[in-house]
């Protein structure tokens, strides 16, 4: 086969895709990710967003940690947690004793939901069809990371594990199971903490947080 025709087949099976509207592939490895999750049309994300912004970190890690969804400098980075909730978390991680470069990060969706207000571009929640049409690559992560902690930080990590709605205070400070080989263990979205008014309660709050983190590394340590 020559060069054109190849190219002409793998346009032809990319439009194909792209009409079904499944995207999704089975990937070999987490290094297929990004242009996996940037050719994804399972939703309709993509089309005003700069790029998808796929999970990194350890590749083999015990802990996994799920955000909600990439915001305005993630998109334009391409990394996930790079913006303000992202100086919170590494800080918080540090303080727990734990390098990034040890731990998985993604997000339950992988593109930037937003509204346009003036040269800004305001985050959206990302819809619960949303969520279930990227739950693909979450799931792919999770076969190939292969953790025993998963950390769904906020409603919308958890409900992306969990398949339904869930209230982060319930379920938040003890781990439940996930599936034969992991866990679950839902808490705040770092992003809270920067929306807590009073001083003295978001040192609490961020304590807690701290605490968490490091309770889930004991956790994984003695099970
Ligand atoms: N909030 C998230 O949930 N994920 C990010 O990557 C950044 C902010």
Redo the contacts with the bound molecule.
Sequence with gaps: MTTEESEALSRRARAGREESGLTGRTLVSLEELRSAVNECRRCTLWKATTQG?PGEGLGRSRLMLV?????DS?DRQGH??V?P??AILDRALQDAGLGRDSVYIT?AVKHFKFEPRGKRRLHIKPSASEIEACHWWLGEELRLVAPKLVMA?GGTAARALLGHPVIVSQLRGSPTRLSATAHLWVTI?P?FLLRVPDDAQRRNEYARFVKELKDAIAWIETH
């Excluded at 955000?67 to 915001?71: L, M």
Aim: without cysteine; hydrophobic residues 30%.
């Design positions: 912004v955000g909600e969804a990439p915001g993630e996930p947690f913006g909730a992202g997000n930080l979205h992003s």
